[in-house]
């Protein structure tokens, strides 16, 4: 591993290794090519999740001691824990779809595996654990500085999902709150990735199963909302539930600090 000792050097390699690992993750398609699999198979899907895992750890390595790694990354968590915590605070989105809308009966296990599954733990593992961890917790920026760039990137990547300026905009502003919420989770969980990674599979997960107005984009309708908004405000009760319990506070980090 490197020892970079300055913060400035720690900063820019943290903003030089999520540039990296974006610009992989947008050319993954030759893994599956190698192994003549067809990309969109569930083969296919999962080699090429498995080689952005990979990329990940090895540019985290880059700066991180081996032995410390997945401790780092969140990935060394409780995961019946993270998975208990994410599956009741996203309930409310379980009881509520159904009521207003249907069950999706053109879903597949291909796009539950791909959609909801490696989606949601590619995008908590690079934007969270990697992209804001290394901010955060390598280089010591405050949770702001730290939140914005991959929040910014998260919301830019959604913003295909409008078929105008204003719903492109609704994408992505939907989607930079839901980076600010995961990685608030994240912080405030002691960095165990499985919860955020487990709201974003169950949140992912509601939005195939069923079909509900608004639930073709990640924007959402009227009601997927309010069931979203539900949930987000139930975890957060839940988290402040368990820093008092503990007798902590929650926002016990620097906010601002560059």
Known sequence: MIRLTSKTARVLYSILASVIIILFWRNLGFAAALFDVP?????GLSIKTLLLTLIALVLTMVVIKPKELF?????SGNILKGCGIALLCVLPLYLIFPVFGNFNTE???????????LTGFKEELV???????????????GFFWAVILPALYFGSVHLY???DVLSALA???VTFIGALYFSWIYVEWNFNLWIPAGLHILM?????????????????????????MISIALAGVITVHYHKKRGEKVFDYPIWKI
Do not use: P
Request: glycine residues 14%.
């Open 39 to 43: 990309g969109n198979s569930i083969l």
């Open 71 to 75: 401790s780092f990354l969140g990935l």
């Open 107 to 117: 879903l597949t296990c291909s796009v539950i595996y791909d959609r909801a599954i």
């Open 127 to 141: 934007f969270r654990a990697f992209m804001f961890g290394l901010l955060f917790r390598y280089a010591k920026t």
């Open 161 to 163: 999902q409008g078929h």
């Open 171 to 173: 994408a992505f502003g």
């Open 204 to 228: 992912n997960g509601a939005w195939f199963i069923f079909t509900l107005e608004g639930t073709e984009v990640a924007a959402g309708g009227l009601i997927s909302n309010i069931a979203r």
